[in-house]
């Protein structure tokens, strides 16, 4: 009993100096220290409903401001905010936070420095102190975790100290991460963005011509025996040979060539870190490499027939396409059903066509 008696106090006495050398060391701050910092007025310049009803535009402002600061480019600060925000997406009890625009999530105790004895800490002294990442962007004299421009500017500041080149971005997303494959996705997405120099890059469009003759059912899940026993991964589009394959999505060519199993295929990989898989292809668009920027209906190929042997092989099953979609949880990937997906698509081209012919008249 005496022994947790003295362990509370000594918490608390660590605690109750670390406040005040905080207090001290923030009264003899210089003022001139924030003014290169966005102020929080300037920050928040957007209302809340405004920032809901156009969070490409508030966020897209952020981005610049903090660039403005670190020399981290927008569209890099974009790719980690986007990169993050997918990885809540599958890990969301892990990475609860409130409600916010930033979708970056730093753990208390990498905030705070891990031998931090108040791991909620806001205090900059006492959080640079204890090697914290935590920093105040935006000069109210606390580093908030769910401060939009706190946390942006603090994960800037640390990768803006590896230097201003790609591989220097590189190597401190690899610093920070520890992850290969966080890099090589965030480094996709900045090539995304900066490309299109714009956010909002999430429409869709189906795979075929909705004009072309075409079926598809759910195909998801059913068996499959060449190659081993497995479950089929995707969803079969049947239509004639040498009918066009588009891109579902504003994207990143990651991987095109032969397989055994899928022929001629290509992977393209979106800002929801989804990999669109296009198997059994005739051919690719020639001038299409991997690393290239794709947009939603551009060709990419057409259907085929090919797989299921040696490079080259065709013919061994009717032409059709094989469409999977596969989520990356930041450590590995998974296959889910794309027909709800493929649905939705061909809906709302269908309806964009119906609308355009009515606008024509």
């Known amino acids: ?11 608390w006495t660590c605690r109750i100096a670390a406040l005040v050398m905080a207090s001290t060391a923030l009264a003899a701050w210089p003022a001139e220290s924030w003014a290169a910092l966005p102020d929080k007025s300037a920050a928040q310049s957007s209302s809340p409903s405004s920032a809901k009803d156009d969070p490409f535009t508030y966020r897209m402002q952020l981005y610049e401001r903090i660039a403005a600061v670190t020399q981290v480019p927008w569209y890099r600060l974009a790719a980690i905010d986007q990169y993050e925000r997918t990885l809540t ?22 905030w705070a420095g891990p031998l931090n ?26 580093a908030d975790p769910n401060n939009d421009t706190d946390l942006l500017y603090s994960v800037a500041s640390r990768l803006a100290a590896y230097g201003p080149h790609e591989d220097d971005f590189a190597n401190g997303l690899w610093a920070y991460y520890q992850n290969g494959r966080a890099v090589q996705r965030i480094l996709q997405y900045g090539k995304l963005y900066e490309t299109h120099g714009k956010l909002d890059l999430f429409a869709h469009a189906f795979p075929l011509p909705v004009k072309s003759d075409y079926s598809y059912r759910s195909t998801y899940g059913m ?37 055994r199993f899928g022929g001629w295929r290509i992977g393209i990989r979106d800002l929801n870190n989804h990999y669109h898989y296009y198997a059994h292809l005739q051919g690719f668009e020639k001038s299409l490499q991997a690393g290239d920027v794709v947009t939603p209906g551009q060709t990419i190929g057409w259907v085929g027939s090919s797989g299921y042997g040696k490079p080259g092989t065709s013919g061994k099953f009717p032409p059709h396409l ?40």
């Not at 009993?1 to 918490?11: G, P, Y």
């Not at 006492?126 to 109210?140: A, K, N, P, V």
Request: aromatic share 10%; proline share 6%; net charge positive.
């Open 89 to 110: 997406a599958v890990h969301p009890k892990d990475r609860k936070h409130p409600e916010r625009h930033i979708g970056i999530f730093v753990p208390l105790t990498a």
């Open 1 to 11: 009993m005496k022994k947790a008696t003295h362990r509370r106090l000594r918490r």
């Open 117 to 142: 004895p108040v791991p909620e800490d806001t205090h900059p002294f006492t959080i640079e102190m204890y090697s914290g990442l935590g920093q105040d962007g935006d000069g109210d004299g606390a």
């Open 322 to 361: 094989h469409y999977g979609i596969y989520r990356d949880t930041g450590l590995s990937e998974w296959s889910f059903d794309p027909y709800p997906l493929l649905k939705q698509w061909e809906l709302q081209e269908r309806r964009a066509l119906q609308n355009s012919k009515q606008t024509r008249r």
């Open 223 to 259: 068996g499959r025996s060449y190659g081993g026993r497995r479950i089929h991964e995707g969803t079969d589009l049947f239509a004639r040979y040498g009918v066009t394959v588009r891109s579902t999505c504003y994207g990143i060519v990651e991987l095109k060539g032969w397989n």
